[in-house]
Every structure is written in C-alpha cells, then in structure tokens.
C-alpha cells in the first residue's frame, strides 16, 4: 500500500533555533500533502494544506511566518518550525494525497519534537 | 470543526467484535466516511472508508445507514493490538479535500 515516510522520528532542539521536518511519498505522486499537529491527549489539528509547486493555505491561528511549508516536488513536502519555542513542542505529522481518484489520504508517523 | 461525534471511550473483549459506531448526520452527497485508527505515538493508520455501501476488508467491516447520517466500523475478531484511538472522519470524494479530526473513540481491548 501507499507509504508516507516521515523524517526525523524525534527531534530535541534548543528554544530559537530551527527545526525541518521532512514527508515523501514513498510509491506515488502527491499533489496535496497535509501538515497536522497534536498534543498530548488531545486530536490532530491541521496546520496547513500544502500544494506542489503553489504557496501552502494555513488554517485560522497557525503563523505561516513560523511554520514555513514548502513542497517543491510531487514526492517531498517540508515544515520548518522556525525560532522554536517550548511550546511548539509538539507531535508533527504529515499526511499525503494521490492522483488517484478514490485514494485515501496515508499518514507518516510523526515526528516528534522537544523545544527545551 | 469535525462532522463526526463519536463516543470517547469503550471496551471490548478479546476474540469479541468491536462495534464502533459514529454520527455524522451533516454529510454531504460527495463525502466519503473514513475510518483511522492511532496507536500511541504513531500517525494515523487508514482502515477502511465507504460512500453509501458496506465495505470490508482485511481488517474492518464499515456498515453506512441508508440515509448516511451513521456508520459502524466493525472489528471482527479485536484483539490486544487493536486498542487505539479510531476517528470517524467526513471528506470529500476528491481526496483533495483536508481531513478535520475529531476527538475518536479510544478502544480497549482486554484479555
């Protein structure tokens, strides 16, 4: 099946400095990927839709100046959580959609990432 | 906000079915019903989805009402592996279209 490949597993980085997350898909074209974050005990809250080759929609709340989203190829998506905070400590995942029509959109598996 | 409500919490015996039921009597005529499950840190894993018709495969049945207002993901056989968080979700046919979470039914399967 599909496969979304999320990178890294875990990150730790220091409070205002910047982290990149990366999402592929693995065995198919994704014009559309989806960014999602979610804290503990709580649901995944989309971030932003992100389009190959046009500017990334954000959803209502979500700084576009500080999670800077950029898909360049049909196959790679990327977030960059730029001069992070602790409380952009959080549980990041990606998820991507196919050309095909009937698809269901596939998940990574996360990233996860500590601001200390 | 989510479509979809769904109870947030049941259990269910090993070897049992599991009947997890969800709402979403606002759908519209071009939306799918999906069904995701989470297991503790890890992304969303997708089950199964449906548009009018009951679906199965290898892991779940999807019973859909006729009107489409509710479902039914079953489990046939549940087993421990199968305690996570399932989430009901509401998109359109497109796949285009952004998938909004709602709170899931956290399952727990006991021996």
């Known amino acids: 099946g599909a496969v979304v490949s999320q990178h890294p597993s875990r990150v730790i980085c220091k409070s205002g400095t910047s982290v990149k997350i990366e999402c592929r898909s693995l065995?198919?074209?994704?014009?559309?990927m989806f960014w999602y974050r979610q804290f503990p005990k709580q649901s995944l809250m989309l971030m932003a839709t992100?389009?190959?080759?046009?500017?990334?929609?954000?959803e209502q709340g979500v700084e576009k100046d500080k999670f800077l989203i950029n898909h360049a190829s049909l196959t790679l998506s990327t977030l960059t959580v730029t001069s992070a905070h602790p409380e952009d400590s959080s549980f990041y995942i990606c998820?991507?959609?196919?050309?095909?029509?009937?698809?269901?959109?596939?998940f990574g598996n996360g990233t996860r990432l500590t601001v200390t | 906000d989510a479509k979809t409500t769904q109870p947030p919490s049941m259990d269910c015996a090993e070897g049992r079915a599991a009947n997890l039921p969800c709402n979403h009597s606002?759908?519209?005529?071009?939306?799918?019903v999906y069904w995701y499950r989470q297991i503790h840190s890890q992304g969303p894993q997708y089950i199964i989805h449906?548009?009018?018709n009951n679906e199965t495969n290898e892991m779940a049945s999807l019973i859909i009402t006729e009107d489409r207002k509710s479902s039914t993901l079953i489990l046939p056989h549940a087993t421990l592996r199968d305690t996570a968080v399932y989430y009901c979700?509401?998109?359109?046919?497109?796949?285009?279209?952004?998938?909004?979470f709602g709170t899931g039914t956290r399952l727990q399967v006991f021996p």
């Open positions: 449906g548009l009018k």
């Open positions: 979700i509401v998109g359109a046919l497109d796949n285009t279209d952004k998938l909004i």
């Open positions: 606002t759908i519209s005529g071009n939306e799918y």
């Open positions: 992100s389009n190959e080759g046009s500017k990334a929609t954000y």
């Open positions: 065995d198919f074209q994704a014009t559309t």
């Open positions: 998820s991507a959609s196919g050309r095909a029509w009937n698809s269901p959109l596939h």
